[in-house]
C-alpha cells in the first residue's frame, strides 16, 4: 500500500502548496446526535459529498465495479495494515460486497462499512485475549527465531491459530528491545558509578536480567492496554470519516473529508499561528510520519527529528512513553503539543529502521524563522544565499498586516546586489508550496515578463498566468535553484519557468520533485443542502477537491514527473524517492500546448556545468559518504525480518552503530569557505541577542551542507 498523506493542498485563495497536520492545533468536540439522525447524517454527508465531486472534481471518478474495487481494497489496508486484527477468512466474507460497494454509495448506504465494523469490532476482542496471554509468561530470547516487521511482506492470518502466534512474536520483539534498552542504561549506571567511585547502592539496586525482562514486559503490556482503550474510545462517527475519507480519496489523494472539527484544525494549520514542537504529521499506514519540520522550530532547533521519520512512542517529561501504533494525527497531536518549556520525548524510527528517543521542550515558534532570510557565501566570490521555506502570503482581509514571500525575496536580493554578490542560490528544499499567486511575481523577480505557469479547469480551458511587472527585473546575475524530493506545488511551477527560460541551474538531491500538479479547493456542505437535510444534523463539515491542474509554460505538466535537476547530486534517500507517484491513485500526467515565451539571453553552459560538477561530486569525501550512507539506509530498509534471538539482534545493533561512526564527518563544517551574515542584518540584530543567536544557527547549517557548497561552486562557473 502506498502512504496515505493528510495534505492540505487549496486553492481559494490560490493556495497550492501543501502540508499536513501540525502540532499546534485544538480539536473542537461536537456535539452529542441520537444515534438516528447520526445515521441519516451519514447518507446526507456521502449524497453532498457525491453530488460535489462529480460536480466539482477536475476527472470524477466513475461509480462502477473499478470503483467498488478500490474502496474494498484501500479500506481494509488502511483500517489494518498491520495485519495484527482480521483474518484472510474475514476477508473472504467481506468479499462479498467487492463488486457493490459502488451501488452501496450511489445509494448512500453502508452495507460493506457496518459488515466490517462487526468484524473488527470483534477480532479487536480476540486480540486483547491474545496479548494478555503472552504478556503473562516471560520470553525466552535464546530461541532462535525471527519476526518480520514489513507489513507489505505479510499475509492476513489464516487462522486464529496464526494470529495468536503473529502477536507472540510481535510482542516479543517489543520486550526484547526494551530489555536491551534497559540492560544497556544499568551497564551505562554502574560503569559511570564506578568512574565517580560510588558504591551500586548509591546507583540504584542492581536488576537481574529475569528482573528487567519482567519490567519491559509490564512496560509493554501497559502501552498495549492503552492502545485497547483508545481503540475501544473510537466511535462510529470516527470509523465512518476514515471511510468516507477512502471514497473521496479514489478520485485523487488531495481530495479529502473533512468534520467540522478537522477543518477547524486545517484553517488553525494554514493560519501561522504556530505553538507547539513545531513539526506536521501525516498518518502512514498505521504510523504518525513526520513529514516536514517547521524552520525555527523547537524540533528545528534540537535537530533530531527530521522529514520521513516514524514517531512510534510519546512520553511527557521522564513519564511513561504512550504507544502510537493505529493512533490518528489528532489524538497524536494531543500527546505531543503542550505548554511552553516542558519537555516531550519522541521515541522515533529512523529510515534505517534505528530507535532512538529525541527530547524537545516545547515552545512558541519563531515565526521570523519561517520567513525568508538570506546569508553571503565566501568561496574566492561573495555569493549570495536565499533559503525560503514556503511560499506565504497575507490573506488578511485588508492585506496590509501580514509578509509575502515575494516582497521579502525582493528585499533579500535588493540587500545581497547592496553587498555586491556575484551570483546567488534559492534554497527551496523541503519547500511544500504555498500562494500561486505569490510564485508568480516571484518568477517576475528573475525574468523581464512572460508567462509563468498555465492552469486548467475542467470546464473553463487553459488559462495562462503572466508576470506583469512592466519588465522589472530585480536581479539578472547568475542563479541556481536548489530541490529536493519535498519540494512541490509552488516550488516546482518556480523551478519549471526558471527551468524552462533557462534563467538559471536547477540543482536537487533527487531524480526529481514531489511531483503535485494540482489545486484544491475546499466546499462547506452545510451550503448543499438536500431535502434530508434538517438543522439538528448540522454541520456536515466540508470536502476538499481538486479543481485544476497546472502546467509548465512549455506544456508539459509537473504531475508525476515533477521537475527534473539540471544537475542531480547524490542523495540520502536516492533508492526510495518518494512524492505524489507513490500515493493512492494520483491523477495522471499530460500536457498541453506551450505557452510563447523567449529563454534567457545568457542561459547558463549547461553541459559544462553538469560536467564539472560530477567530476567535483566523485572528488567529494562528504558525497562520497551520502552515497555510502544511502546504500546503508537501502539496506537497513530491505532487511525487516528481525531477529528474536538476543546475541544476534545485539550483534546487529553493535555493528550499526559501529558503521555509523564513519559519518560523523557529515556533522562538521565544510572546509574551505565563509559564511557571512549580512551588513544590514548585524545592524537590525545587534540589539537582538535571541534573534542574532537564531541567525547565528541558520549560518552554521550552511555551513555543514555539502549541497549549498556544490551550489555555490555551479554558480562560480556561471557568466
Known amino acids: 500500500m502506498k502512504p496515505r498523506l493528510r495534505i492540505a493542498l487549496f486553492a481559494i485563495p490560490a493556495i497550492i502548496g501543501f502540508t499536513s497536520y501540525i502540532l499546534l492545533s485544538s480539536r473542537c468536540a461536537a456535539a452529542p446526535k441520537s444515534e438516528n439522525v447520526n445515521n441519516k447524517k451519514e447518507a446526507v454527508v456521502l449524497d453532498i459529498m457525491l ?99 514489513d507489513p507489505e511482506k505479510m499475509s492476513y492470518a489464516k487462522d486464529k491459530a496464526e494470529m495468536k502466534e503473529n502477536w507472540r512474536k510481535y510482542l516479543k520483539y517489543q520486550v526484547m528491545v526494551r530489555f536491551v534498552d534497559a540492560k544497556k542504561e544499568q551497564t551505562d549506571a554502574i560503569a559511570k558509578a564506578d568512574s565517580l567511585k560510588k558504591s551500586n547502592d548509591e546507583v540504584k539496586k542492581i536488576k537481574t536480567d529475569a528482573e528487567l525482562e519482567a519490567d519491559a514486559r509490564a512496560k509493554v503490556k501497559k502501552t498495549q492496554d492503552e492502545v485497547f482503550e483508545r481503540l475501544a474510545k473510537v466511535d462510529r462517527q470516527d470509523r465512518m470519516i476514515s471511510y468516507l475519507n477512502v471514497v473521496a480519496g479514489i ?25 507547539g514542537i513545531g513539526a506536521t504529521l501525516q498518518e502512514k499506514d498505521g504510523y504518525i510520519k513526520v513529514s516536514s519540520i517547521v524552520s525555527g522550530s523547537p524540533c528545528w532547533k534540537q535537530g533530531q527529528l527530521k522529514a520521513g521519520d516514524l514517531i512510534i512512542k510519546a512520553a511527557q517529561g521522564d513519564k511513561e512513553p504512550v504507544d502510537m501504533a493505529g493512533m490518528r494525527v489528532e489524538d497524536a497531536v494531543k500527546l505531543i503539543r503542550g505548554k511552553k518549556g516542558t519537555e516531550v520525548r519522541l521515541t522515533v524510527k529512523k529510515p534505517d529502521n534505528s530507535i532512538i528517543v529525541i527530547p524537545i521542550i516545547r515552545d512558541v515558534i519563531i515565526l521570523d524563522e519561517t520567513f525568508a532570510q538570506s546569508a553571503i557565501i565566501d568561496k574566492d566570490k561573495k555569493i549570495g544565499y536565499i533559503r525560503l521555506p514556503g ?34 542560490i534559492l534554497d527551496l528544499r523541503d519547500n511544500g508550496g504555498g500562494s500561486l499567486y505569490e510564485v508568480i511575481k516571484m518568477v517576475g523577480l528573475f525574468i523581464p515578463q512572460g508567462p509563468v505557469v498555465q492552469v486548467k479547469s475542467r470546464l473553463q480551458g487553459v488559462s495562462v498566468y503572466d508576470d506583469k511587472d512592466g519588465g522589472a527585473v530585480v536581479y539578472d546575475g547568475p542563479l541556481v535553484v536548489l530541490i529536493n524530493e519535498n519540494s512541490a506545488s509552488a516550488s516546482e511551477i518556480l523551478a519549471a519557468a526558471i527551468q524552462d527560460y533557462k534563467r538559471g541551474v536547477i540543482v536537487g538531491s533527487s531524480s526529481s520533485t514531489f511531483g503535485k500538479g494540482s489545486v484544491q479547493n475546499f466546499y462547506d456542505l452545510d451550503d448543499y443542502p438536500t431535502q434530508s437535510t434538517s438543522s439538528e444534523m448540522m454541520p456536515l463539515g466540508s470536502i476538499k477537491v481538486t479543481i485544476q491542474k497546472f502546467y509548465r509554460i512549455n506544456g508539459g505538466s509537473t504531475q508525476l514527473k515533477g521537475v527534473v535537476p539540471d544537475v542531480q547530486l547524490p542523495g540520502y534517500y536516492s533508492f526510495d524517492e518518494q512524492g505524489e507517484k507513490d500515493l493512492d491513485y494520483p491523477m ?47 539496506r537497513e530498509k530491505e532487511q525487516t525480518m528481525e531477529s528474536l534471538y538476543l546475541a544476534d539482534f545485539n550483534a546487529s545493533r553493535e555493528a550499526l552503530k559501529e558503521e555509523n561512526k564513519k559519518f560523523k564527518p557529515l556533522e562538521e563544517p565544510i572546509k574551505g569557505w565563509n559564511i557571512i551574515m549580512l551588513e544590514s542584518d548585524k545592524l537590525v540584530l545587534k540589539s537582538d541577542t535571541s534573534k542574532m543567536a537564531r541567525k547565528s544557527d541558520f549560518l552554521d547549517k550552511i555551513k555543514k551542507d555539502p549541497y549549498i557548497n ?3 561552486n555551479i554558480v562560480k562557473e556561471q557568466k
Not at 489523494?253 to 468534520?259: A, C, D, K, V, Y
Not at 502570503?393 to 509575502?404: E, L, M, N, V
Not at 523567449?598 to 560536467?611: E, G, R
Request: aromatic fraction near 12%; charge should be negative.
Open 51 to 149: 453530488r460535489i465531486l462529480h460536480n466539482a472534481h477536475f476527472a470524477p471518478a466513475e461509480l462502477n465495479d473499478e470503483f467498488s474495487h478500490k474502496v474494498f481494497t484501500t479500506y481494509l489496508k488502511r483500517a489494518d495494515y498491520n495485519k495484527k486484527i482480521i483474518l484472510q477468512s474475514d476477508v473472504d466474507e467481506l468479499k462479498q460486497d467487492y463488486d457493490k460497494i459502488d451501488d452501496q454509495v450511489r445509494a448512500q448506504t453502508f452495507e460493506f462499512f457496518n459488515r466490517s465494523q462487526e468484524i473488527f469490532i470483534e477480532r479487536i476482542a480476540d486480540d486483547k485475549v491474545y496479548v494478555a496471554e503472552a504478556l503473562a509468561q516471560p520470553f525466552d530470547f535464546t530461541v532462535k527465531e525471527s519476526v518480520e516487521l
Open 251 to 275: 478520485f485523487d489523494p488531495h481530495t479529502e473529508f473533512f468534520n467540522p472539527a478537522g477543518k477547524d484544525d486545517f484553517d488553525i494549520a494554514m493560519s501561522g499561528q504556530l505553538e
Open 391 to 424: 511560499f506565504y502570503a497575507d490573506f488578511t482581509k485588508d492585506k496590509t498586516s501580514g509578509r509575502t514571500c515575494s516582497e521579502d525575496v525582493r528585499k533579500e536580493l535588493e540587500k545581497l546586489k547592496a553587498e555586491k554578490v556575484t551570483g546567488v
Open 588 to 634: 495522471p500526467w499530460d500536457q498541453i500546448p506551450a505557452a510563447p515565451y523567449k529563454t534567457w539571453k545568457d542561459a547558463p553552459d549547461y553541459t559544462k556545468i553538469k560536467k564539472n560538477s560530477t567530476s567535483r561530486i566523485a572528488a567529494s569525501g562528504s558525497f562520497g559518504l551520502i552515497s555510502q550512507k544511502s546504500a546503508q539506509l537501502k
Open 710 to 712: 556544490e551550489a555555490a
